[in-house]
T-cell receptor, first 111, second 112 residues
């Protein structure tokens, strides 16, 4: 089955640093979503993107829907301890109920 | 304010045993999904149901069956559990029209 290529797989950063991660696909998507998962919990939606080229912010988080419709990027500015977790991208095709998830980026903040 | 409720939270099975994972949503969503999450693999779709009375296979359906009992409930059954089915299982629901996907808190299943 198709999965999205998400990178990096893991990140170790210091508090206050900025974070960038991306997701690429061989298929075109109509919608890109970014989720965050805390330990022992289900993923929670952070940002939803619906148009190619769209740039959307949610507090310190900014995500972009790639022009080619085959990629998306998530940036976190000035990281804080509660940013720790696993970040997933997800894409949905045209007229498609199914959501395909990336393999995840695990973010760890080094004291 | 329940959202998506999954039971049980944890389960240990022996190889060959059967069990059903329950999922219910109170948001009147049309679509419901079952995913499994394995280390380094992200979330993979097992089955989904676009509406009451319909079910479709996802990426990894082998070894599983599902039932969309009504609009609220979508259950996942393992008829003969295998160690390869050790995973964390998530149920999710979706209203449609680019609304967001809501997840339950997961079921951690170990098959010995």
């Amino acid at each position: 089955g198709q999965q999205l290529n998400q990178s990096p797989q893991s990140m170790f950063i210091q508090e206050g640093e900025d974070v960038s991660m991306n997701c690429t696909s061989s298929s075109i998507f109509n919608t890109w979503l970014w989720y965050k998962q805390d330990p022992g919990e289900g993923p929670v939606l952070l940002i939803a993107l619906y148009k190619a080229g769209e740039l959307t912010s949610n507090g310190r988080l900014t995500a972009q829907f790639g022009i080619t419709r085959k990629d998306s990027f998530l940036n976190i500015s000035a990281s804080i301890p509660s940013d720790v977790g696993i970040y997933f991208c997800a894409g949905r095709g045209f007229g498609n109920e199914k959501l395909t998830f990336g393999t995840g980026t695990r973010l760890t903040i080094i004291p | 304010n329940a959202g998506v409720t999954q039971t049980p939270k944890f389960q240990v099975l022996k190889t060959g045993q059967s069990m059903t994972l329950q999922c219910a949503q109170d948001m009147n969503h049309n679509s419901m999904y079952w995913y499994r999450q394995d280390p380094g693999m992200g979330l993979r779709l097992i089955y989904y149901s676009a509406s009451e009375g319909t079910t479709d296979k996802g990426e990894v359906p082998n070894g599983y069956n599902v039932s969309r009992l009504n609009k609220r409930e979508f259950s996942l059954r393992l008829e003969s559990a295998a160690p390869s089915q050790t995973s964390v299982y998530f149920c999710a629901s979706y209203k449609g029209s680019n609304e967001k996907l809501f997840f339950g808190s997961g079921t951690q299943l170990s098959v010995l």
